[in-house]
């Protein structure tokens, strides 16, 4: 089980397309922390110029195959990526990920 601090470096595509985390039971807390997770993967996406495509199919294959409901950590997590997708170009939010 993957969990997140703070101070944790951004975990790989790899990671990502595995989807190690898991929520934590605090709905809230869980979606925070999905959205910061959204950050993270974006910004992996551009450092690493990957096929942001086969990423995300591997990545919710992952989560699809838990069976499971989705918790908060997923729902932040698309939340995230499906605004800085459907806003304008230039009212995009920032993905980058800024250190504290």
Same mark, same amino acid.
């Given at each position: ?20 985390? %898991?929520?934590? !039971? ?9 959205? =910061? $997770?959204?950050?993270? +993967?974006?910004? *992996? /996406? ?11 199919? %591997?990545?919710? !294959? ?9 918790? =908060? $950590?997923?729902?932040? +997590?698309?939340? *995230? /990526? ?19």
């Amino acid at each position: 089980m993957y969990l997140a601090a703070s101070n944790d470096t951004a975990p790989t595509l790899r990671e990502f397309a595995s989807w190690p985390f %898991h929520g934590s !039971g605090n709905y809230t807390a869980d979606c925070a922390r999905g959205r =910061g $997770l959204a950050r993270q +993967f974006a910004s *992996q /996406l551009q450092l690493e110029d990957a096929d942001s495509s086969a990423v995300l199919q %591997h990545l919710v !294959g992952s989560i699809a195959k838990r069976g499971s409901e989705l918790t =908060g $950590l997923e729902v932040g +997590f698309f939340t *995230q /990526l499906a605004r800085h997708l459907t806003a304008p170009a230039a009212a995009r939010p920032s993905l980058s990920v800024v250190s504290a």
